[in-house]
Each structure stands twice: as C-alpha cells, then as structure tokens.
C-alpha cells in the first residue's frame, strides 16, 4: 500500500489544480456587474479561492503529520461496477435526452438509474416493476419543483417536454 502522506499530499494537490483551474476558467468570464452589484464571474473566483486556500491547509495538514483523526478506510475492497454503470448510464442518458424529453422526465430517468446503482452497490437491486414506477414518481417529484423554480420564478430556461414552462 502506498504511504499515506504521499497518498495525502496528492490529495491536496488535487484540490489545489482543481482550484487553479477553476480559477484560470473564471479569468475568461466577464465581469460586468449585473443589478446585485455582482457579475457572473463572482461565483466561480470565490469557489476558486475557497478551493486554493482549503488545498492549500491540506498540503500543510498533510506534510505535517498527515490528516489526523481520519477513520480507518471502510467498505469494499475494489469499485462496485455494476453500480457505476448504472450510474454512468443515468447520467449520459441524462446528458443525451434533456433537449428531447425535457428536464422533467430526463432527470426523473437519471434519478431512477442512480437508484438502481446504489441498490446495485448494497446488494438490494430491485427490477420490478413497482420499484421502477415508485423512483421513477419519486425522481419528478424531485425534478419538477426544481424545473418549475428555475423557469417560473427565476425565468431561467430549460428544456422542457412543452413550450408551456410547466412540462
């Protein structure tokens, strides 16, 4: 098993590019301030600078005696990977179907294949009918008051299965 302090500092080290990304990503964006005073660069530099100083402690905390009071790795030994297919194809089918069937029922469809993944992962996959119908109603119960807020009160578009605003 590799050492744990290196396995720590590239953790930390991780966290401090991503934040350099992100931060070199925000450089791009404009920064005309919009009627709060704030542009829509904003987020994306304070995300940046949370990120870079976080690393930043991590690098420290792990350079100087590791990460303490970490709990002992607990789980499965490797990757579950039907559960990350499962996953993976939610999310792809998520990403292919938003524009034709809309945000609704796209993210409803994501929501169920997670489901069943993460069942998947436990050991408590369920392919009936019932269960699919009952994630499914879940997952736009969970989408539809998110799409609904997004183009009814922050007038925000997305895809949606009618042009009316409410599918």
Known sequence: MADPRLTQTGVAAGVVAFGALLAIGAVGIPAVAGYAGVGPNFLPWVVAVLLLLCGGFLVWEANSGGFRQMDEPDGAEHGHWPGF??????????????????????????????????????????????????????????????????TQALAINLPGLTNTGWL
């Open 85 to 150: 297919v499962w996953v993976s194809a939610g999310i792809l089918a998520n990403a292919a179907l938003i524009t034709t069937i809309g945000f609704i029922l796209s993210c409803a469809l994501c929501f169920v294949l997670a489901v069943r993944g993460f069942k998947s992962a436990e050991g408590r996959l369920d392919m009936s009918l019932r269960a699919w119908v009952t994630d499914a109603l879940i997952g736009m119960a969970i989408a539809a008051p998110v799409f609904w807020m997004f």
